[in-house]
């Protein structure tokens, strides 16, 4: 366990193997050699101005090898900085399609920087009087920090930050006065971004950016050129801040869809009623889906405890169990008042149906593009925890060494993030107090710790940052929610034996 108490999502990927992880591997190479001729050619034609000393042996040739070379150079000064960061930083830990979107922005800012500095200035209306230099006020880092931000996490978005400010300023003539306003202004639209659920608060948090914008670029244009151009500076660094929303807005459905990220506002899109998903889990397993919306619930308060994603936890725990559609009936909370199906089954098959909604529900998050922020939660949130329901009828089996116990373990992987090891946590806990007949707090309580840890002792929180604290914080705060819920709930019969 470690000692990250960031408030920020962790960026862990799961372990990837067979076709679709080698299918996955060819399409980022196949983008990442795309993007690096796209961007070698945009460095050659703004050759003249990148390379002026087109001379020597050679000669005609020079600004074609200077746009490959300037290419190589970028991508191993980014394959160093966020390469070095993804390997040693713990809240890092970038995966080949982050390090490619990030290459991706740095390299877009830059031509951003060259459009904004060397374009704009060049319209009349606009470029009257007002020198090149102050078009450095409008590189709209801020918007581009944000949504690395929203998308990512907050330690990659300073990594990007400092990257994108050194390249953006070397294409705005690298001028101390630009270099610094875009530290500051990346740094404080990623300040800002902390939590997006809806398309107002980026607006907003643009808004709350244009000020600092305003005052970093009249104080910088002040101290380094003097009073002349102190307006224009401040007006320009506000539109930065002003624009970084609406820009970040337009950003962030082209990562989505190109990148496969899902940010906290699709997932607010994903909660919502008349989700075709969502709606088929409602009529097919009722019981399935109250089980889910109660632990959307506890999963959002211990989220809430511990400055976790509230949202995420929220709505992945609506799909967490998502792969128990069409077999409704082999799961305990939809056999309200019928007999039980496994009654009649073998151990061993019982467990291979049970084990399987874990395998189906990632396969019908894909196939509803849920994103793989849910989808990694729906692998990991039975970890590799045993099915107890089905242990002891399989102990004489056991016994014949006909089976072994590691059988009825989940395949796993172990939750590697906060919110999916606060998944676990919630569903296997609001199992477990299905058995209880209007509970007082204290035996809710008992069960929870109980659950707590168990789960903590069998190993399957050892893969994610929660603390000692932490755990304790959320299972605190899911034991005060389960016990108003549970206290006016009927009991599902054969109920109780762990979460399946
Ligand atoms: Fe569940
Ligand atoms: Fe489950």
């Known amino acids: 366990m470690s000692g990250s108490k960031s408030a920020t999502r962790s960026s862990n990927r799961p372990p990837e193997n067979g076709a679709s992880s080698r299918g996955r591997y060819w399409r980022l190479l196949a983008l990442s050699l795309g993007s690096a001729a796209v961007f070698a050619v945009l460095f050659y034609l703004w050759g003249r101005e990148l390379f002026p000393r087109a001379a020597g042996r050679w000669g005609k040739t020079f600004p074609f090898v200077g746009a490959v070379t300037l290419t190589l150079a970028v ?106 306003f875009l530290l500051l202004s990346g740094t404080a639209g990623a300040a800002r971004a902390r939590r997006v659920p809806d398309r107002y608060r980026m607006l907003l948090a643009g808004v709350q950016t244009a000020p600092v914008c305003a005052l970093a670029a009249a104080a910088l244009e002040f101290s380094f050129h003097g009073g002349g151009e102190v307006l224009w500076a401040a007006v320009f660094g506000a539109v930065n801040g002003l624009l970084a929303g609406p820009i970040a807005l337009a950003v962030m459905p082209v990562a989505e869809s190109a990148f496969g990220y899902a940010s906290d506002i699709r997932m607010m899109e994903l909660s919502g009623a008349g989700n075709p998903l969502l709606t088929r889990l409602m009529m097919e397993t009722p019981g399935t889906f109250h089980h889910s919306v109660v632990v959307g619930t506890l999963a959002e308060a211990g989220a809430l405890a511990i400055g976790a994603n509230p949202v995420l936890c929220r709505v992945a725990a609506l799909y967490h169990d998502i792969g128990k559609l069409g077999k409704a009936q082999y799961y305990s909370e939809n056999q309200a008042g019928a007999a039980n199906v496994h009654d009649a089954m073998s151990p061993g098959l019982s467990r291979a149906v049970i084990l399987s909604h874990v395998k189906e529900g990632v396969r019908i998050a894909a196939e509803y593009r849920l994103g793989d922020r849910i989808t990694e939660i729906i692998a990991q949130h039975h970890g590799t925890s045993l099915l107890y329901c089905f242990l002891d009828k399989a102990k004489p089996m056991i016994q014949d060494r006909k089976a072994s116990e590691e059988m009825f373990r989940y395949p796993g992987p172990k939750p590697r993030t906060r919110e999916a090891a606060i998944i676990m ?54 034991s005060q929610v389960l016990a108003a819920v549970a206290h006016a709930r009927v009991g599902y019969p054969d109920a109780g034996k762990g979460a399946v």
Request: hydrophobic letters at 55%; charged letters at 20%.
């Open 75 to 180: 991508a191993l000064f980014l394959s160093e900085w966020f390469g070095f960061a993804g390997r040693e930083v713990r809240k890092v830990r970038l995966a080949v399609r982050d390090f490619l979107f990030l290459c991706f922005l740095v390299l877009l800012l830059f031509f951003a920087a060259k459009a904004v500095t060397d374009l704009l200035a060049e319209v009349p209306t606009l470029g009257r009087g007002v020198p090149t230099r102050v078009y450095a006020y409008l590189i709209p880092l801020p918007a581009f920090a944000m949504v690395v931000r929203v998308l990512i996490n907050s330690e990659t978005s300073i990594l990007f930050t400092v990257a994108a400010s050194v390249l953006s300023a070397a294409a705005a003539s690298g001028s101390w006065p630009a270099l610094l």
């Open 425 to 478: 946590l919630a569903d296997a806990t609001e199992a477990a107090a299905r058995s209880l007949d209007r509970p007082t707090p204290r035996e809710v309580d008992e069960i929870v710790t109980g659950i707590v840890n168990r789960i903590y002792l069998d190993g399957q929180l050892n893969e994610c940052d929660l603390t000692m604290r932490d755990l304790h914080a959320v299972g605190r705060a899911i």
